[in-house]
């Protein structure tokens, strides 16, 4: 075993033993850098380890509740369970509940290359986002028919409940995502990819012929992808700031990070104090006040006339309160 794989294993199993610890602590316990913490954890995702990290007061780098290794080979039922990144809702909706303590108690590097096909395409058709968002959830009625089809690579007709009426659509399945406790359709209609909310669909009829999958199709970078632009289509809200070095810099911390990149590349020439005007996009008013406050003295609001004044109320209100 080389030097980083004895490591992996090491903090693997010190995450194992203590459930949650800082980065700080594990680069103590290890005698290496926090950097060199944070890179074994990236490793550790990347081969399917149920692991993540918390920011904050109280965070810190867990693995999912209840997962073991002893590194023991997988079977490929095993490995699939694990690359839905042992997240107990996920594989028990997917009626892979039955495999997960097995693949709980296993490391996925230690799969033969026979095996590593099946667990890849279950990759690339089933996908976690935010691990730690879960909650008591039910799962949609039809997901079972969804994942089959998912899983055979076979065209389904649904009917499908949209905000305004009800409608029948044939679909070419690509992958089904579990997104804060709701699962998600990726399907092709008509060679268009959407996203269907799988709760919403009443009826599923697995039909017999193959659905037709794109070349390269890749469902978390899709997934990735569309979630920045319905992001991005919910800032609809244009102020003109004036930004301080510290503010910029931090900006993402208060409007989300598509905003502040946007805001950062709109950035004008600093002045003499430091200070840029730029462009900030987000969702209404009454959100940007909120968002632009907590930047306290390293904004000022050129315009709207209406956001400046808020802000002038706001800061008003706590110098009164803290007076």
């Not at 996925?108 to 691990?131: K, M, S």
């Not at 970078?221 to 102020?239: I, K, M, P, T, V």
């Not at 930047?295 to 009164?320: D, Y």
């Amino acid at each position: 075993m080389s030097m980083r794989a004895g490591r992996l294993v090491a903090t693997m199993l010190l995450l194992q033993q203590r459930r949650a610890a800082t980065a700080a602590a594990i680069a103590d316990e290890l005698g290496v850098s926090v950097r060199t913490v944070y890179r074994d954890v990236a490793a550790l995702q990347q081969a399917g380890v149920p692991i993540w990290t918390e920011t904050g007061p109280g965070g810190g780098i867990r693995l999912v509740e209840g997962w073991r290794t002893s590194l023991d080979g997988l079977t490929g039922d095993e490995a699939a369970a694990l690359f839905l990144g042992g997240v107990p809702s996920a594989v028990a909706d997917l009626g892979l509940g039955t495999v997960l303590v097995a693949a709980q108690t296993k490391v996925i590097a230690t799969l033969p290359p026979e095996l590593r096909g099946r667990a890849g395409r279950l990759r690339e058709r089933f996908h976690v986002d935010a691990p730690g968002w879960f909650g008591p959830t039910t799962p949609p009625e039809q997901l079972g028919a969804l994942s089959e089809a998912v899983w055979s690579d076979r065209r389904i007709d649904v009917t499908y409940r949209r905000a305004d009426r009800t409608v029948r659509r044939r679909l070419d399945p690509l992958g089904l995502v579990l997104k804060a406790g709701t699962w998600y359709l990726v399907a092709a209609h008509r060679r268009q990819i959407r996203t269907y909310r799988a709760g919403r669909i009443d009826d599923v009829t697995v039909r017999a012929e193959p659905s037709q999958r794109p070349d390269g199709f890749d469902l978390a970078a899709w997934w990735a992808a569309s979630s920045r632009e319905f992001d991005r289509s919910l800032l609809r809200y244009r102020c003109r700031v004036r930004l301080s070095p510290g503010a910029l810099r931090n900006l993402h911390h208060y409007v989300g990070v598509e905003a502040a990149s946007d805001a950062r590349a709109a950035a004008e020439e600093p002045d003499d104090d430091g200070w840029r005007v730029t462009t900030v996009w987000t969702e209404a008013e009454d959100v940007a006040a909120h968002q632009l406050t907590s930047l306290m003295t390293g904004v000022e609001v050129l315009e709207p006339a209406s956001l400046r004044t808020r802000l002038h109320e706001i800061g008003a209100a706590i110098a009164a309160l803290n007076a």
